[in-house]
DNA sequence: GTTCCTGCAAAATTTTTGCATCAGT
DNA sequence: ACTGATGCAAAAATTTTGCAGGAAC
């Protein structure tokens, strides 16, 4: 798991960057990044959101689009579209994890993983690709272990 | 590139296999297919019903989303998000090519790859997974060949 | 004090649902 | 004929844009 501790170098870092590159602090930047950081797996808008309010701040749901926006423009965050037909976001933590998601076919719960030798064949193919590669995301579809074990049909 | 033959058949298989269990080929039904298999890569909805009106057909958005739905479920379209907020399709011809897709940061164009050993590193990533995996989806983002010529700042 | 950010509301997208009618078997 | 599919319209869900007021620097 990321530990807590980069997570929380993490929220400085971002503000830091966002600073320097000219952006100010203000609150619903302030607390989406907070959010971001406590968190080690990808959440909606929606959720983000959310959870903010039930912090008792009062934020815009533009302003958390805004801020992801801004946010994964600038590298901070990663976006990731799970085919349920809304983006996620997390913390893109600099020498933290890479990883990737699975996610269950009934349930939806969402696991993240590690696989180094699956980054290592996409990075061969980056150098084959005639594209200036910036990125890349996996997601694998599959029951998950406790869906697989009921595998009543879907109602 | 998959060859026009292959398109063909799926085509009638996949008519085939909706008969079989026991749904009918309507017209929209008929005509998602067709337009499908005219195409070798991923459409979206909006062009999948734009493309089958301009052929003269007229058609609702909600059957083509439904048409789509239902191919999906049957495991004969490929059901893909690049990042754009929406999703794309494409058939998923048996014993065809298996691809993923690159996707331009700039100008968005969407060029499709296949690699065996990208492959490979997933198969060897599924039996490690507790997850029963039933499929998967790598999205590559970085600047086309085009685009990376003329590095101007996104405006 | 200036400029950028924010919250709210309205708009734009994309996808889903309801329903009367029509078509496939 | 019976049943399911279709088109249209309305609704739902998600994301973007406009704008006046407020906060950061």
Known sequence: MASARKREEWSELAL?????AGHRAGG?????????AGED???SAQEIAEGIRSGGDRVGTASVYRALDLLHRTGLVQRVELGDGGARYEALVPGGDHHHHVICDRCGRITPFEDPALERAIERLAGRLRHRVSGHDVVVRGL???CARTPRSRS
């Open 28 to 36: 619903a930047r302030q607390a989406v990044v907070q959010l971001l």
């Open 16 to 20: 830091g960057v966002l600073g320097e």
């Open 41 to 43: 797996c990808c959440l």
């Open 144 to 146: 998950c272990p406790g």
